[in-house]
């Protein structure tokens, strides 16, 4: 699969993941792309933790509004009714537990539900951002991520980087399938078919229950 197709599988699958009414959070980079997935008759409210409310669908050229922009810098539209405020504001929703679903990317998690998404040690880095108050304020935490990197595991037995919280993640969708973030470990409920388990057990640097009742991955 090539970069594009690795990013459509996951967020058209994460897409599935919302519900009705939903407060969602969208982190920087792969979980932007969800919105252009959510299935029809779904209406969900997106939050950006920069200070927005309401996001609308990608802009096109022409109605780029330069003052509207998500947290990692991207363009953005407002829905009708969409506002925009400060991020004492913003931070004081995800903090009150209002924000249903977040959707993030890692460097790497773990069997016990640990994050790490902020520095790798030695390289420069702007700062943790709003993850560690989404993971803690999330009523439901989602890994959007690829499975691996340039071939290097990314779901571990345990993290190696500094954490940015603990026993938050709940579940992962990476392109090979689906995780959910177990009491026993990393349990493997959905598979793209497009892999056997012995490549996902491969790719994976923990050791996967593979779910009696695993299915293909939902599209």
Same mark, same amino acid.
């Given at each position: 699969m090539d970069k594009n197709q690795i990013r459509e599988t996951i967020a058209r699958r994460a897409a599935l993941e919302?519900?009705?009414?939903?407060l969602v959070n969208l982190g920087i980079g792969l979980p932007t792309?969800?919105?252009e997935y959510i299935p029809q008759g779904v209406s969900v409210i997106l939050q950006s933790e920069n200070g927005l409310i309401g996001l609308g669908p990608s802009?096109?050229?022409?109605?780029?509004?330069?003052?509207?922009?998500?947290?990692?810098?991207?363009? +953005?539209?407002?829905v009708p009714g969409g506002s925009s405020f400060d991020s004492a504001t913003s931070f004081g929703i995800i903090r009150g537990g209002h924000v249903n679903v977040t959707f993030l990317g890692a460097l790497q998690v773990d069997e016990k539900g640990n994050l790490a998404n902020w520095m790798i040690p030695g390289k420069m880095t702007p700062g943790m951002g709003g993850a560690m108050d989404l993971l803690v304020g999330a009523k439901k935490v989602?890994?959007?991520?690829e499975h691996t990197a340039k071939g290097n595991h990314k779901i571990l037995a345990e993290c190696n980087l500094p954490l940015t919280a603990a026993g938050r993640v709940q579940r992962i969708i990476t392109e090979?399938? +689906?995780m959910d973030v177990t009491p026993q470990g990393i349990e493997l409920v959905e598979i793209n078919p497009e892999f056997s388990v012995d490549q996902v057990q491969a790719a994976t640097g923990a050791k996967l229950i593979v779910s009696p009742n695993l299915k293909p991955m939902l599209q």
């Open positions: 919302l519900k009705d009414g939903d792309a969800i919105p802009p096109t050229p022409d109605n780029v509004n330069k003052d509207f922009i998500n947290a990692g810098g991207g363009h +953005v539209t407002l989602i890994l959007t991520m090979m399938g +689906v």
